[in-house]
């Protein structure tokens, strides 16, 4: 029989409210408390929070405040800025490329909850990854939904909430984000 934490992170129903959950998520905000102290990003106190997490590149930087639910599931390449006052639901992977950009209060929700009331009220919920490619800029207010991917070199316009995969190349905007032009090389 799986562990709720392995329903999790193969993207079935999962209870929230299992005690291993719990504990992971109480860790991780404490690790986030701890980071958001203080001003700045040194090495050091990178190092102090991203030893939890799945993978973090060279020369990232994040500024505080940052929130995460269980930083083990949070990859970052390299050269990563993440500015201040952004949120991941890292209930399922969450993988950002190699020089992404994301803009102040960005939003990551990996959890999902399904539509039957009978469901939501028994405390059920799923995770779907996200994936963010190498170079995308990712503008302040922007809300990625579950299981969206944002291919390379795309820039989501600041306040955008993506909603469904977005192509390379192109600059996306609005609620739910569109294509607006493609990027020229």
């Not at 050091?44 to 930087?61: H, I, Q, T």
Request: hydrophobic share 35%; aromatic share 8%.
């Amino acid at each position: 029989m799986l562990t709720e934490k392995e329903k999790m992170l193969r993207g079935e129903y999962y209870s929230a409210s299992s005690p291993e959950l719990v504990t992971e998520r109480e860790l991780a905000h404490s690790l986030c408390h701890r980071y958001n102290a203080s001003p700045g990003c040194t090495p050091e106190k990178l190092l102090m929070l991203s030893s939890a997490f799945g993978r973090v590149g060279d020369d990232c930087y994040i500024e505080p405040p940052f929130f995460c639910d269980y930083a083990y599931n949070l990859c970052l390449g390299d050269n990563v800025y993440i500015n201040c006052g952004c949120t991941v639901l890292d209930c399922a992977k969450v993988t950002i490329g190699d020089g992404a950009k994301l803009g102040p209060n960005v939003q990551i929700y990996t959890a999902a909850h399904p539509l039957e009331p009978q469901r939501r009220q028994a405390g059920e919920e799923y995770a779907l990854e996200i994936s963010i490619g190498a170079n995308v800029w990712i503008g302040g207010g922007s809300i990625l939904l579950p299981g969206v991917s944002v291919g390379a070199d795309t820039v989501v316009g600041a306040g955008s909430v993506v909603t469904k995969n977005l192509p390379s190349g192109v600059v996306v905007v609005g609620n739910p984000c569109r294509v607006l032009r493609e990027i020229v090389k």
